[in-house]
């Protein structure tokens, strides 16, 4: 079976919308894993907290 690593970056507000959104991407995987293809998460790996309002 041949493999590839998806990375994605999830911006959020608050703990809430990321412990929503973490159930909401399982959801996804269990809804998207068959015979053919199966999807797991990996890795949570934790980014820079900061307010990103476009200035530096």
Known sequence: MRTKIVTVKVSY??????????KEVKEIFQMMNNLKR????????QG?????????
């Open 13 to 22: 507000d608050t703990e809430e919308t990321w412990d929503i959104t973490l």
């Open 38 to 45: 199966n999807a797991v998460i990996i890795d949570i790996e």
């Open 48 to 56: 820079a907290n900061k307010n990103d309002d476009g200035q530096d």
